[in-house]
């Protein structure tokens, strides 16, 4: 699943932010107290699990950045029970429980969102997704007045492109993308004699829901009545 992958790299990229957040809080609390050196070995660790999940998206790069999040929560609860007992009731900061806390509930939800496509990611070819990110760019690049087999969703997050008997449909970037045929994406519109359609789609990755104006509509119906073209 090409917009799975994509997925994975956007969650990468918030990986590496935290990853380097923590280096950076890391590198100042070690001058104040050697012990803090945890957080920054595991901010590391963050970092570089960011960037193997950058370069190579898996399920096991997003588990790896779980696990560290965890890892950076635990510490951090450690140390704050140590400040407390210790008399240094100052030192306690809520930051650094809840934001490690939400960090490893992301990648966890992710993980879990994706764990029925793990196959699927896993052999999803390079060159694959390197000819999906072209035809993706090659939409949103075309011009809607010049191109009759194009539609552009109202919010202008998403395009799809008409062929003989299948529709080709993305969003910006890749971050969901479907190709369908033409039986098949009619019953993904509720309502076909509305002015202005709505098509719903069960995505993989979750409910998918577009709307369109009155001209990208009729472009949908135009293209649903025509005939499909004969192969043989």
């Known amino acids: 699943m090409v917009c799975a992958r994509k997925t994975i790299r956007n969650t990468a990229i918030l990986g590496i932010v935290w990853g380097a957040i923590n280096l950076v809080i890391g590198f100042f609390a070690v001058q104040a107290n050697p012990l803090n050196a945890g957080i920054l070995v595991l901010g590391l660790l963050m970092f570089g699990a960011g960037i193997t999940a950058l370069n190579k998206p898996s ?5 790896s950045e779980a696990f560290v999040s965890v890892l950076l929560l635990s510490w951090n609860v450690g140390i704050t ?27 966890f939800r992710q993980y879990k969102k994706l764990g029925h496509l793990k196959e699927a990611i896993s052999a999803m070819d390079h060159d694959k997704v390197k000819e999906a990110t072209g035809l993706c760019k090659q939409l949103f ?7 009759p087999d194009i539609a ?15 529709v080709f449909c993305a969003q910006r970037n890749l971050a969901r993308a479907f190709y369908m045929n033409r039986g098949n994406f009619q019953r993904c519109i509720p ?21 369109f104006d009155k001209k990208n509509s ?3 119906k ?3 009545s025509a005939p499909a073209t004969q192969t043989g």
């Open 59 to 63: 399920l096991h790069s997003l588990l």
């Open 81 to 107: 029970i140590f400040n407390a007992r210790s008399g240094y009731p100052n030192n306690v900061s809520a930051h650094g429980l809840v934001w490690p806390a939400v960090a490893a509930i992301v990648f």
């Open 141 to 147: 690049k075309s011009k809607l007045k010049e191109s």
């Open 152 to 166: 552009e969703a109202s919010s202008r997050r998403c395009r799809m492109r008409f062929m003989s008997d299948a």
């Open 191 to 211: 309502d076909l004699n509305r002015r202005k359609l709505r098509v719903v789609v069960r995505h993989p990755l979750g409910k998918l829901t577009y709307a």
């Open 218 to 220: 009729e472009k949908i």
């Open 222 to 224: 135009g293209w649903l």
